[in-house]
Nanobody, 127 residues
Framework: EVRLVESGGGLVQAGGSLRLSCAASGFIYGDNIMGWFRQAPGKEREGVACISSIGDFTIYDYSVGGRFTISRDNAKNTTYLQMTDLKPEDTAVYYC????????????????????WGQGTQVTVSS
């Protein structure tokens, strides 16, 4: 059983910054991937970024254009998404997710492979 809880969302002006946090509790074994996803109204849930167990690799969706940084602090069981230069099109509910991973090829932004999800945190960017 793994529980994920997101926090840090809010209302910001375009060009502003937010740092989202994902606190994990419960048993996590082996290598894993933590991902950030987002879902805007009327849109499919889409991958934003992911990070490996020890942070030795990260993957970002092209849409974030270098503005976002994913990181994790395993001592705190927390994964972060630092977002800068936010744009109105970034407005969405942001979710963190966890999947076990033993190495090899995987589709990082596939919702199907993630085993645990948080409830989401709202990010709204005004123009």
């Amino acid at each position: 059983e793994v529980r994920l809880v997101e926090s840090g969302g809010g209302l910001v002006q375009a060009g502003g910054s937010l740092r989202l946090s994902c606190a994990a509790s419960g048993f996590i074994y082996g290598d894993n991937i933590m991902g950030w996803f987002r879902q805007a109204p009327g849109k499919e849930r889409e991958g934003v970024a992911c990070i490996s167990s020890i942070g030795d690799f990260t993957i970002y969706d092209y849409s974030v254009g270098g503005r976002f940084t994913i990181s994790r602090d395993n001592a705190k069981n927390t994964t972060y998404l630092q977002m800068t230069d936010l744009k109105p099109e970034d407005t969405a509910v942001y979710y963190c997710a966890l999947t076990s991973w033993r190495g090899g090829t995987f589709i990082w932004d596939s919702i199907e492979i993630y085993d645990a999800w948080g409830q989401g945190t709202q990010v709204t960017v005004s123009s």
